[in-house]
């Protein structure tokens, strides 16, 4: 079943166009990566989805639903949820209320801040703490939690490894997995390839705001994605 499908999006800063003419869909129970290098349009495409910037033109739909218009609270009550690049937690704000903050949505589910905690347990000892002197694997992992706190159908994570040691990044990848395993369906921007290749059933490239790739992972390869990142045309490849 289609979850979410984009039809003509197109997404502008003044006159640059940063997404062109952008359609797709996304099915339930899918893990997408969203791959594309610095300045792709990533970053303006999920803050897009989740309300953040409001497209010049095009739709989205969202279990059917078209969402323009409807602002990030209403898009997160329908179950759409956003982790953003640079986490934005309330710096003042313990651990336990920040996550608190996420179920004010009021969507039912099974997510609570107990769960949250057995999903991410290097929270526990600081569900006290306030956001501002968390580490940055803390932060990422009370971000993730916040999320997760509005039950979302459709989690869409913005880099969730930047800025985090390889360490940190497998503990938070580990935790995803049970995510990952449930069924929640799933955006990520990631720019660990490897790591992206793994953890996704889907590719998505971006280039200059257009998508010049989307195949399931099992039907692509390091090859094709790295050429799709630079936008190497088939007899550019052939001289490289
Ligand atoms: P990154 O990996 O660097 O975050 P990205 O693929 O997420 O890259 P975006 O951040 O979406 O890319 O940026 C897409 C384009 O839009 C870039 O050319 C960027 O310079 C431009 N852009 C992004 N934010 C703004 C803004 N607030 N005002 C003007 N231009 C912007």
């Not at 190497?232 to 490289?240: E, F, I, Y």
Request: charge should be positive; hydrophobic fraction near 40%; proline fraction near 2%.
């Amino acid at each position: 079943m289609t979850l979410l499908r984009i039809e003509n999006l197109d997404i502008r800063y003044g006159q640059f166009r940063a997404v062109r003419d952008l359609s797709l869909e996304i099915g339930q129970g899918e893990v997408v990566a969203l791959i594309g290098a610095n300045g792709a349009g990533k970053t303006t495409l999920l803050r897009t989805l989740a309300g953040a910037h409001r497209a010049e033109a095009g739709t989205v739909h969202f279990k059917g639903e078209n969402l323009t218009g409807l602002r990030a609270h209403e898009r997160l009550a329908r179950g759409l949820a956003l982790v953003p690049e640079g986490r934005r937690l309330f710096a003042e704000m313990t651990v336990t209320e920040n996550l608190l903050l996420g179920a004010t949505s009021g969507r039912p589910g099974d997510w609570t801040v107990e769960r949250v905690f057995q999903t991410f347990p290097n929270l526990v000892k600081r569900r006290h703490a306030r956001a501002s002197g968390l580490s940055g694997g803390e932060q990422q992992a009370t971000a993730i939690g916040r999320a997760l706190m509005a039950n979302p159908d459709f989690l869409i994570l913005d880099e969730v490894s930047l800025g985090l040691s390889p360490l940190v990044i497998d503990q938070v990848y580990r935790s995803l997995d049970g995510i990952l395993a449930s069924g929640t369906t799933i955006l990520l921007v990631e720019q660990d390839l490897s790591r992206a290749m793994r953890t996704a059933s889907r590719a998505l490239c971006m280039l200059e705001g257009r998508i010049v790739l989307d195949r399931p992972m099992a039907a692509t390869n390091r090859d094709e994605i790295t050429q799709a990142y630079f936008g190497l045309t088939r007899s550019q490849r052939g001289h490289a």
